[in-house]
């Protein structure tokens, strides 16, 4: 197992060298400069760029990145002065994260709930609402049930605060649009699996044993209907992390997705990377930690024989 | 009073094509301690019948008529005290699967959970059942496991069954069905997914089991071999109905049952009978959905009148424990339903 885990995140390393290698030549083929403006002249844009170093040749510039990165260093923020890219994240993720795992937590109970309620459930009408409605939902864009929830709560209602304040009440709405499809992903995915597993012979052989039907249901059959579900939890973590970039400029949420956006727009060059390195970073390891997981559940699955 | 009695059963399963009969009208009983077989083709009705007495049919599946009395009392899902009540039946049936019918499946490969330790489905059916500590439960398993010849059971208890062999995993099913004492276990074809000398090991394991704790056996199988070496006595049963009954002895040395004959011809025997080679039955097993009035076999017999397409035939007994259901043998009553319909 350990011997495993060192594998995988060697394996991380790599991909992450090619990912900052990558990141940083397309950022530098962006057409503009961080310091370009329309009332600015050449002369001072130029010093701009030599007082950090954005005159040297490129590859001269990569080195030197890549030399402050393994001190741990990701750089300053070129439009902000003063301000570095590790203090931007480190003020930024707690917000993204929580607001990331709890909207993942909420729908991973729902979800699976809901994807069971559709495996079992007699009524053929029940069924259909809920096939109806998790069709439905996967195909609306958080951003929309952002702009949405917002007009119906915050505006017409007025229960809910339209300004992200970090009380309770203004994490409802973005934590119910970040969650939303992933319910509608997960409960599909559940009742998929859930529906094999219910049909196979072991569930026979345990009803033939006269087990309840709770026991059956928990334990028999979710245990095995789990698997697919825990495979894919790694990079939907992953993804609702990363990907609370538009539902946090809604709600004004000071994460690290708005900070992203920004950087991207002012050709923030050690911003971008600094981002880029760290989600790439999180993706690596929530992929890494939900193969574990699926160790962890399915005896049959040997990590270190594996890959 | 015989342990298990079924009378008159009828299991319809209902399919995109139609009403599928797949039990039409059958009846027997097995003692207390008795080894029975149940031999058919592959559709004949053995299993479903047999997954109808435990309530375990698919849910397309009901029994459309008939009793199945255990014990005495009819745990079939129509009878008086359950009328529309199906909770109160599967209520009783929870007592009664695992705890006083244990049942042996087919396939050791797939009936077993794979994600669970053996340990964790050995002693949740005693768990269940019984009222005991985990411990107990567990010391149980772990002599049960020692029972059915697993070694090492100790440390076996806590690994999963993909680290089992087929074999050592069909002796684990068959601990499983043995763990609460059961008075009947329901063997579905218990040794055809294993091989040969493991087949072997499986039957004695079994026979030696119903000897010693006197608990009736009902043999599922479509292998003549298997019943000749464990059962006392045999139904033969063809697209849902028993065709033949009778004693080991009856059924394998005086076969009356056209159908019968035919199975016996086609089993693979060595010495002078064998170089006489080896026959099959011409035809296939009829489809369910389109059975025609008179005899299922008809299409494939040899021995065919012209009354068995529209007549069903009547049982004849040769003795008080063999009779079989074919015109050939009831020549008189044939010739009075031929005169009455030349009247008519």
Same mark, same amino acid.
């Given at each position: 197992?350990?011997?495993?885990?060192?594998?995988?995140?060697?394996?991380?390393?790599?991909?992450?060298?090619?990912?900052?290698?990558?990141?940083?030549?397309?950022?530098?083929?962006?057409?503009?400069?961080?310091?370009?403006?329309?009332?600015?002249?050449?002369?001072?844009?130029?010093?701009?760029?030599?007082?950090?170093?954005?005159?040297?040749?490129?590859?001269?510039?990569?080195?030197?990145?890549?030399?402050?990165?393994?001190?741990?260093?990701?750089?300053?923020?070129?439009?902000?002065?003063?301000?570095?890219?590790?203090?931007?994240?480190?003020?930024?993720?707690?917000?993204? !994260?929580?607001?990331?795992?709890?909207?993942?937590?909420?729908?991973?109970?729902? &979800?699976?709930?809901?994807?069971?309620?559709?495996?079992?459930?007699?009524?053929?009408?029940?069924?259909?609402?809920?096939?109806?409605?998790?069709?439905?939902?996967?195909?609306?864009?958080?951003?929309?049930?952002?702009?949405?929830?917002?007009?119906?709560?915050?505006?017409?209602?007025?229960?809910?605060?339209?300004?992200?304040?970090?009380?309770?009440?203004?994490?409802?709405?973005?934590?119910?649009?970040?969650?939303?499809?992933?319910?509608?992903?997960?409960?599909?995915?559940?009742?998929?699996?859930?529906?094999?597993?219910?049909?196979?012979?072991?569930?026979?052989?345990?009803?033939?044993?006269?087990?309840?039907?709770?026991?059956?249901?928990?334990?028999?059959?979710?245990?095995?209907?789990?698997?697919? !579900?825990?495979?894919?939890?790694?990079?939907?973590?992953?993804?609702?992390?990363?990907?609370?970039?538009?539902?946090?400029?809604?709600?004004?949420?000071?994460?690290?997705?708005?900070?992203?956006?920004?950087?991207?727009?002012?050709?923030?060059?050690?911003?971008?990377? &600094?981002?880029?390195?760290?989600?790439?970073?999180?993706?690596?390891?929530?992929?890494?930690?939900?193969?574990?997981?699926?160790?962890?559940?399915?005896?049959?699955?040997? !990590?270190?024989?594996?890959? | 009073?015989?342990?298990?009695?079924?009378?008159?059963?009828?299991?319809?399963?209902?399919?995109?094509?139609?009403?599928?009969?797949?039990?039409?009208?059958?009846?027997?009983?097995? +003692?207390?301690?008795?080894?029975?077989?149940?031999?058919?083709?592959?559709?004949?009705?053995?299993?479903?019948?047999?997954?109808?007495?435990?309530?375990?049919?698919?849910?397309?599946?009901?029994?459309?008529?008939?009793?199945?009395?255990?014990?005495?009392?009819?745990?079939?899902?129509?009878?008086?005290?359950?009328?529309?009540?199906?909770?109160?039946?599967? +209520?009783?049936?929870?007592?009664?699967?695992?705890?006083?019918?244990?049942?042996?499946?087919?396939?050791?490969?797939?009936?077993?959970?794979?994600?669970?330790?053996?340990?964790?489905?050995?002693?949740?059916?005693?768990?269940?059942?019984?009222?005991?500590?985990?411990?107990?439960?567990?010391?149980?398993?772990?002599?049960?496991?020692?029972?059915?010849?697993?070694?090492?059971?100790? +440390?076996?208890?806590?690994?999963?069954?993909?680290?089992?062999?087929?074999?050592?995993?069909?002796?684990?099913?068959?601990?499983?069905?043995?763990?609460?004492?059961?008075?009947?276990?329901?063997?579905? +074809?218990?040794?055809?997914?294993?091989?040969?000398?493991?087949?072997?090991?499986?039957?004695?394991?079994?026979?030696?089991?119903?000897?010693?704790?006197?608990?009736?056996?009902?043999?599922?199988?479509?292998?003549?071999?298997?019943?000749?070496?464990?059962?006392?006595?045999?139904?033969?049963?063809?697209?849902?109905?028993?065709?033949?009954?009778?004693?080991?002895?009856?059924?394998?040395?005086?076969?009356?049952?056209?159908?019968?004959?035919?199975?016996?011809?086609?089993?693979?025997?060595?010495?002078?009978?064998?170089?006489?080679?080896?026959?099959?039955?011409?035809?296939?097993?009829?489809?369910?959905?389109?059975?025609?009035?008179?005899?299922?076999?008809?299409?494939?017999?040899?021995?065919?009148?012209?009354?068995?397409?529209?007549?069903?035939?009547?049982?004849?007994?040769?003795?008080?424990?063999?009779?079989?259901?074919?015109?050939?043998?009831?020549?008189?009553?044939?010739?009075?339903?031929?005169?009455?319909?030349?009247?008519?």
């Amino acid at each position: 197992m350990l011997k495993y885990i060192v594998k995988r995140l060697a394996m991380g390393v790599v991909t992450m060298f090619f990912l900052i290698t990558i990141t940083f030549w397309l950022t530098r083929l962006m057409p503009g400069s961080p310091f370009a403006t329309d009332n600015i002249s050449p002369s001072v844009l130029a010093a701009l760029e030599a007082n950090y170093g954005l005159d040297k040749p490129i590859d001269q510039q990569f080195v030197i990145y890549l030399q402050s990165l393994l001190q741990g260093n990701l750089g300053v923020s070129y439009t902000r002065t003063g301000v570095t890219v590790n203090d931007l994240i480190a003020q930024g993720f707690p917000v993204t !994260l929580k607001l990331g795992l709890i909207s993942f937590a909420i729908a991973l109970v729902i &979800g699976t709930v809901i994807g069971i309620w559709m495996s079992t459930t007699k009524s053929s009408a029940v069924k259909g609402w809920l096939i109806t409605g998790s069709t439905l939902f996967i195909s609306i864009p958080g951003f929309v049930l952002a702009i949405v929830l917002l007009m119906v709560f915050g505006q017409g209602l007025k229960v809910l605060p339209v300004l992200f304040d970090g009380s309770f009440l203004s994490y409802i709405m973005p934590v119910l649009a970040l969650a939303v499809y992933p319910i509608a992903q997960i409960s599909r995915l559940v009742h998929a699996s859930y529906t094999e597993a219910m049909n196979q012979d072991y569930v026979v052989m345990a009803r033939a044993k006269g087990l309840g039907k709770r026991r059956i249901q928990l334990l028999h059959i979710l245990k095995n209907a789990m698997l697919p !579900l825990i495979t894919v939890c790694g990079p939907m973590i992953a993804f609702q992390i990363t990907g609370s970039f538009v539902v946090e400029s809604i709600f004004t949420i000071p994460g690290i997705g708005e900070e992203f956006v920004n950087s991207v727009n002012s050709r923030d060059y050690t911003v971008i990377m &600094g981002l880029t390195i760290f989600l790439g970073g999180v993706i690596i390891i929530t992929n890494l930690l939900s193969d574990l997981a699926c160790a962890l559940v399915d005896p049959r699955i040997k !990590l270190d024989k594996a890959s | 009073m015989p342990l298990l009695e079924i009378r008159n059963l009828c299991v319809e399963f209902k399919t995109r094509g139609g009403v599928v009969k797949a039990v039409r009208g059958v009846s027997y009983s097995v +003692e207390e301690g008795e080894l029975l077989g149940v031999v058919g083709e592959s559709g004949s009705g053995k299993s479903v019948g047999m997954l109808a007495v435990m309530g375990l049919l698919a849910s397309n599946g009901h029994i459309a008529s008939g009793q199945i009395l255990f014990d005495g009392e009819d745990i079939s899902p129509l009878a008086p005290a359950f009328a529309g009540n199906p909770k109160a039946y599967e +209520e009783k049936m929870k007592g009664i699967r695992g705890n006083r019918i244990g049942m042996i499946f087919q396939d050791p490969m797939t009936f077993l959970n794979p994600v669970l330790r053996v340990g964790t489905q050995l002693t949740e059916g005693i768990l269940c059942h019984e009222k005991c500590s985990r411990e107990e439960a567990k010391n149980r398993a772990i002599s049960l496991m020692k029972q059915v010849g697993i070694p090492s059971a100790e +440390e076996r208890f806590r690994q999963y069954p993909f680290e089992f062999s087929g074999g050592m995993r069909q002796r684990i099913v068959i601990a499983s069905a043995l763990a609460c004492r059961p008075r009947l276990i329901i063997a579905d +074809e218990p040794t055809t997914a294993l091989d040969v000398t493991v087949q072997a090991q499986i039957l004695e394991l079994l026979r030696d089991i119903a000897r010693e704790q006197n608990t009736a056996v009902i043999m599922i199988t479509h292998d003549l071999g298997v019943v000749a070496q464990l059962c006392e006595r045999v139904n033969i049963m063809y697209a849902g109905q028993i065709v033949e009954r009778g004693t080991l002895d009856e059924i394998f040395y005086d076969p009356r049952h056209p159908y019968t004959r035919g199975l016996l011809r086609s089993v693979c025997t060595h010495g002078e009978a064998g170089r006489q080679g080896l026959s099959s039955i011409p035809g296939t097993p009829p489809d369910l959905l389109k059975l025609n009035t008179g005899c299922a076999f008809m299409p494939r017999c040899a021995q065919a009148m012209k009354i068995c397409r529209d007549y069903m035939p009547v049982p004849h007994a040769f003795s008080s424990s063999h009779c079989d259901v074919c015109w050939n043998d009831c020549r008189e009553a044939a010739d009075r339903v031929t005169a009455q319909e030349s009247e008519g």
